[in-house]
C-alpha cells in the first residue's frame, strides 16, 4: 500500500504540471482520469496507512484531524488558483497546483518514512515484482 501512495503522490503533480503542455481533448481526458485514479487511490490510502501507524486510542483523533486538516486546505485551492490564473494565465495555474502537491509528497516521505534507503529499496523490491 505504501507503494501504491508514494507512485501516485509523486504521479499525481507531474500530471498537473503537464495539463498545459498537451494538445488535445484525448490527453486532456487521459490526464483527468488518470487524476481521478490518483485520488481514489490517495484518499483511501492515506486513512488506512494512518489508521494502522497509530495506537487504537489515537486512531480517532488522527483521522479526524487529517479530515479537518484536509477540508480546511481546500478552501484556499480554488482562491489561490483563481488568482493564479488571472494575473498570470491559465497554464500557470496547473503548474501552481501541480507544485503545491509536492507538499504532501514531501509529508508522506516524513510521516511514512518512504524517503529513506530502506523505504526506496522496499518500493523497487515492489516494482519489480
Excluded: H
Aim: charged residues 10%; contains cysteine.
Amino acid at each position: 500500500m505504501k507503494v501504491d501512495l508514494f507512485f501516485w503522490l509523486i504521479l499525481l503533480p507531474l500530471i498537473i504540471i503537464s495539463i498545459p503542455f498537451l494538445k488535445g481533448l484525448v490527453y486532456f481526458g487521459a490526464s483527468i482520469f488518470l487524476i481521478s485514479v490518483g485520488l481514489g487511490i490517495t484518499n483511501t490510502a492515506i486513512p488506512s496507512l494512518l489508521s494502522l501507524m497509530s495506537s487504537q486510542e489515537k486512531q480517532g483523533s488522527i483521522l479526524g484531524l487529517t479530515q479537518s486538516v484536509g477540508s480546511i486546505s481546500r478552501i484556499p485551492g480554488p482562491f489561490l488558483s483563481g488568482l493564479a490564473t488571472e494575473y498570470f494565465g491559465l497554464e500557470y495555474s496547473f503548474l501552481f497546483g501541480g507544485l503545491i502537491l509536492i507538499i504532501p509528497f514531501l509529508l508522506g516521505c516524513i510521516i511514512f518514512r518512504i524517503c529513506t534507503l530502506e523505504g526506496l529499496t522496499e518500493i523497487l523490491r515492489a516494482l519489480s515484482c
